[in-house]
């Protein structure tokens, strides 16, 4: 059988690879590596597709090292043991390893601490390959000892060209118009290895005529948007919502929720984290915020998709209009954080029932006002620990419905000092 394209295709210098110009262009951390022709031990971070594993095959040919791959998927702490003893034995006689591990976010910290002392020694160059972020998802310790190479997904015209490479390596023109070669690299969303395997399948297709987006639509399987429920991309995206909704920016919002529906998370975490926006970053400015979360969550749960997709936008555009305030939000912060300060401090008496004639002779309930019974409807009473004395915790802003909760307070305020003045 033979090699698919994309393997026959992989470049075998850094001069040949498409994109990631940040890390093998001039002065990059990649290209200086290559001109000074010593290697350090590097993380390679980025979205499938976009060359990892093509830039380290490509550094250990650029300075005639061994290279040795290896899965964290399939391989253990005994594999990495064995690749080290033939490391070492390589090294015997006077030639260099690289390392190379993919996935390597699989291993647990044993087996990631299992390199460490292989990377002090210099037995091997180390290199990792990740789709996750390694700051949270490597030991500190392999971390320190490695450079942090960042990888972006390939551009239109980065796949463009890849697309071109394919038809002169191949002799072979693609059965695409002009339009549809445009809508190829768009579907591939940044991924080489897709659109070459996608590049591989029209050329061996036998198509007639040239394909239209539309056709090519019919013909190939659009890539999968990138994302997951639990990693990196998951909480960028709910993130970006965060701050769009935050910012008022409505559009942006429906966007990136529409990503996040479009590639497969779950509505219910949507739901719940939007209810949370509607507490922490709208709070009292629209007291409607809260009530239009959880009605549209309901209806969700009701509906189901595709119909109760429309509660989810009607939510959105919902809370990206609103105003926005944190003044409910820091009053809890305010209020837990005196909770913790004060400790076991009783309420005053004078706020406490007193079911029992031995708790009334205590004072319980001693000069208690029923507000409604005011003139009023305010008494300007102490509730409050008496040691502690008077505190504020919320402070409404001028926006909304918290504009008016600031008159009502400020209203209330006047109203106590006034009754609590001396006479």
Not at 294 to 300: G, R, T, V
Not at 387 to 395: I, L, T, V, W
């Amino acid at each position: 059988m033979t090699r698919p394209l994309a393997d026959l295709m992989r470049p075998n210098t850094i001069d040949d690879i498409v994109g990631q110009t940040t890390l093998l262009g001039e002065n990059g951390l990649v290209r200086r590596m290559v001109d000074n022709k010593k290697l350090s031990n590097l993380i390679l971070w980025g979205p499938p597709g976009c060359g990892k594993t093509t830039i380290a095959r490509a550094l250990a040919n650029s300075v005639d090292m061994d290279f040795v791959p290896m899965s964290a998927v399939f391989s253990g702490t005994a594999d990495i043991k064995k690749a080290m003893d033939a490391a070492r034995m390589n090294r015997d006689i006077g030639r260099s390893t690289l390392l190379f591990i993919d996935e390597i976010h699989r291993f647990n910290k044993t087996q990631q601490d299992t390199l460490l002392p292989y990377l002090e020694d210099g037995t091997v160059v180390f290199m990792g390959a990740t789709t996750e972020n390694p700051s949270f998802n490597l030991n500190n310790a392999l971390l320190s000892r490695c450079h942090i190479g960042v990888l972006t997904a390939l551009s239109t015209e980065d796949l463009m060209t890849l697309m071109s490479r394919a038809e002169k390596f191949t002799d072979k023109k693609l059965p695409l118009d002009d339009q549809a070669r445009t809508h190829l690299a768009q579907m591939a969303d940044g991924d080489a290895r897709f659109l070459l395997n996608t590049v591989e399948y029209l050329f061996n297709a036998n198509f007639k005529t040239p394909l239209t987006p539309d056709a090519l639509d019919s013909a190939v399987q659009k890539r999968a948007p990138l994302s997951d429920r639990h990693g990196d991309e998951h909480y960028n995206l709910i993130s970006a919502v965060h701050k769009s909704l935050r910012a008022s920016d409505t559009d942006a919002a429906l966007y990136w929720t529409a990503r996040m529906m479009t590639s497969g998370q779950d509505p219910m975490y949507i739901f719940r984290r939007l209810t949370r926006f509607a507490v922490e970053d709208i709070g009292l400015a629209d007291p409607n915020a809260l009530q239009i979360a959880i009605a549209a969550w309901s209806a969700y749960e009701r509906l189901g998709s595709p119909e109760g997709d429309l509660a989810l936008t009607q939510l959105v555009i919902y809370l990206g209009t609103a105003p926005k305030s944190v003044g409910n939000y820091k009053a809890q912060k305010a209020a837990y954080a005196a909770a913790r300060a004060t400790g076991s401090v009783p309420p005053p008496k004078n706020i406490l029932n007193a079911p029992t004639k031995m708790m009334k002779d205590m004072g319980y309930n001693a000069g208690y006002i029923y507000e409604p019974d005011t003139a009023s409807g305010f008494s300007g009473q102490n509730c409050f620990p008496e040691s502690m004395g008077r505190q504020k915790f919320y402070y409404p802003v001028e926006r909304g419905f918290e504009r008016e909760i600031k008159k009502r307070l400020e209203y209330w305020d006047t109203l106590r000092e006034k009754m609590n003045k001396p006479e």
